[in-house]
Structure formats: structure tokens, C-alpha cells
């Protein structure tokens, strides 16, 4: 989907946004770099996490810049006492990444190695393969989730912002990772059941919307002291935008461009991921498209071609459109949260950021 937010954007709230962006990219920068020193201290191996961690922040930010919006549209005035709040939910989001890569067996990420497959790399260099690398590429991979999140909470309690909002920022980040997890085990437990009977819009809502939009959304209303029926419209906007996000990412990690995603249009059609596109894909095929799903879908040797007769099917069964219409009724959800909501300013700029989702 790219870095760029739409040109519409380029406003002067948009621009006290990118202007607190710039505070949140210093702080993780430093944090990292901190946490690295330290890391040097206690175990060579331990500075190397740090570094391959380091290497994968980065892309859209998406989530600090919630915060930041939120914190400056209901009335913030210090960017700098928002920013590192902001920047923990980048290293949260981190953490979750590099879990869930583990978990979809993935070392590659926007198109490069990992944490885990910067770890394999390494190993593979000193002569390490087969079931003592997976060990240590294992330990990697759940070590560097617990220390991001880890940092994540502990850079909260740098911001300089009262201990009782500290500690409601940390309460609600918490609370996301909880209900992250419940996600991630009906993604997960999903795969022993049929693609037609995993409720994947639920797997979205609970697994990306809630730590992805919905938290970043309320800490930065919770720092602007905004009341709970402010920070509940935010709820409403961010669950129907975390969806939609993950309809979009779900359709282009079989129908899009790696060269523009950085991501494999393979590896989801490989591993028979149980997605909202699938779902419709299984319920509308007729018998010869079945025939074609059971052949090739969830192999994983397969091949372009192979994807090639499964995205025909996709497409030819109208699943790809009913799922882009499943996608725009989301988007309307989330536009229609904040029109009367919410502030003009903030109302506007989240407003713009929908966009990206229906081009």
C-alpha cells in the first residue's frame, strides 16, 4: 500500500501531525539505539535482536500517527508529551509482527528478512541448519515479540504525563494485547476448521482493529483528557477502519503487486489462509471451482500458475467483488462515526485516511 498518506492531506493539521511524527521516529530511533547499548552490555546475541528488531520498524506508522491525531484534534498542545506514547504503539505493533510471523511460519517482511529470517540467515552463515536452527529461529522469534512489547509499555512511562494517565494508557494497551491474542487463536484454531465456517470479520476486528486503530485512537484521546463517549465514536471509527484495513491487505496479499507491497501473493493461497475473501470464495464456487480450490489451495509448493486458476476463481465467482463491497460498507461504517463525532479537524483528517482503503 505504500508510506504515502493521500495529498489531500497536506493540510495544517495533517502537518502538526507529521510534525509530531517527526518527535515519534527520533524517539524509537533512540529507543532502539538504548536499548541496543544496554543490550551490548548483557549479550552479543541479545544486541543482535535489538539490531534486527530496529531493522523492521518502519513503513506507514499508521499507528502513532492515530495517536497523534487523536491527541492533537480533542485538544492536545504538547506533541512532545504525546510522541512517546505514540511511538510504544509502533513497538507494540512490532511485537505483535514479529509473533505472528512466527506463528505463519513467515521470515520475510516488506520484502526482506525478519527478525526470524535475519536469525536463519545468520545461522545459515555459521553452518547451522535443520532442527537446531528451527530451535534457535523458535527462541528468536518469541524472545523478540516479549522485548518489544516490553519496551512498548516501559516507553509510556518515559512520556511526561501524570502517573493515573500513565497508568490508564497502560491499562488499555494491555487490555489490546488480551484481545489480540483471543484473535490470534481463532486465526490460528481456524485452520483445523472448513474456510467457509471461520467468522474471519471477527478474526479482523479482535486480532488487527482493536491494537491496530481502536488503542492507538484512545490513548491519544485519553492524553487530550477526552471523555468516554469521544473515546467510544473513536472505538466505533477504528473497529470499522481496522477492518476494512484488513479486507484490503487480505485481497492484496493474493491479488497485488509485491513490487508496491512487499507482500508475497503467494503465501496466503500456500497456506489456505482463512480470510473473508475465502469464506465467499468456498460458499459461491460451483463444483468445477472447488474442484480447483481442492486441488491448489494450501499447497505449499505452489506456483504462479496454480495461483493463477485459484484467482480466476476468486474473480469468477464474484467472492473478490462481494468481499470489495464488504470492505466499502466498512469504510462507510468508519466515515460515518466520525462525521458528527467528532471535531472538524480530526473528523476530516480520519475521514481522509479512509480513502487509501477504498482506492
Known amino acids: 500500500m505504500g508510506t504515502r498518506l ?9 502537518r502538526r ?28 546475541v541479545h544486541a543482535a535482536l535489538w539490531r534486527a528488531l530496529g531493522e523492521q520498524i518502519g513503513g506507514r506508522l499508521m499507528r502513532p500517527r492515530f495517536t497523534l491525531a487523536a491527541y492533537l ?18 513497538l507494540l505493533h512490532t511485537a505483535m509482527l514479529v509473533h505472528d510471523d512466527l ?33 534457535q529461529v523458535l ?9 518489544a512489547l516490553v519496551a512498548a509499555l516501559g516507553l509510556v512511562t518515559t512520556a511526561p504525563i501524570a502517573p493515573e494517565v ?16 483471543a484473535g490470534e487463536l481463532l486465526d490460528v484454531t481456524g485452520a483445523l476448521s472448513g474456510p467457509a465456517e471461520v467468522d474471519a470479520l471477527r478474526v479482523a476486528e479482535l486480532k488487527t482493529a482493536v491494537y491496530s486503530c481502536c488503542t492507538p485512537l484512545a490513548v491519544g ?29 487480505d485481497e492484496l496479499g493474493v491479488f497485488g503487486d509485491p513490487a508496491l507491497t512487499g507482500k508475497s501473493t503467494l503465501s496466503d493461497l500456500r497456506e489456505g489462509k482463512r480470510t473473508e475473501l475465502l469464506r465467499l470464495t468456498f460458499l459461491r464456487a460451483d463444483p468445477a471451482g472447488r474442484r480447483v480450490l481442492d486441488r491448489h489451495l494450501g499447497r505449499p509448493d ?41 471535531p472538524g479537524e480530526l473528523a476530516d483528517y480520519l475521514t481522509g485516511l479512509t480513502r487509501m482503503l477504498a482506492a
Do not use: Y
Request: charged fraction near 25%; charge should be negative.
Open 302 to 342: 505452489l506456483d504462479e500458475a496454480g495461483a493463477a486458476r485459484l484467482r480466476a476463481v476468486i474473480r469468477d465467482c464474484g467472492a473478490l467483488h462481494q468481499a470489495q463491497q464488504v470492505r466499502a460498507a466498512a469504510i462507510d461504517r468508519a466515515r460515518t462515526a466520525v462525521s458528527a463525532g467528532l
Open 166 to 181: 500513565a497508568l490508564r494508557v497502560l491499562r488499555t494497551m494491555t487490555e489490546s494485547v488480551d484481545t489480540t491474542v
Open 221 to 249: 484521546a485519553i492524553l487530550a483528557g477526552a471523555d468516554d463517549g469521544t473515546i467510544g465514536v473513536l472505538d466505533r471509527f477504528g473497529t470499522a477502519f481496522g477492518v476494512a484495513f484488513q479486507l484490503l491487505d
Open 103 to 135: 506463528l505463519d511460519h513467515d521470515e520475510t517482511r516488506r520484502g526482506r528478512p525478519n527478525v526470524t529470517g535475519t536469525a536463519r540467515h545468520r545461522l545459515a552463515g555459521a553452518g547451522i541448519t535443520g532442527r537446531a536452527a528451527d530451535d
Open 6 to 14: 493521500p495529498s489531500d492531506l497536506v493540510v495544517p493539521f495533517g
Open 139 to 147: 527462541a528468536v522469534g518469541v524472545l523478540g515479540g516479549d522485548v
Open 17 to 44: 501531525v507529521e510534525q509530531g511524527m517527526e518527535l515519534v521516529r527520533a524517539g524509537l530511533a533512540e529507543q532502539v539505539d538504548l536499548r541496543r547499548s544496554r543490550a551490548r552490555d548483557l549479550a552479543p
Open 73 to 90: 484534534g480533542l485538544g492536545g498542545a504538547d506533541p512532545a508529551a504525546a510522541a512517546p506514547v505514540a511511538a510504544a504503539q509502533e
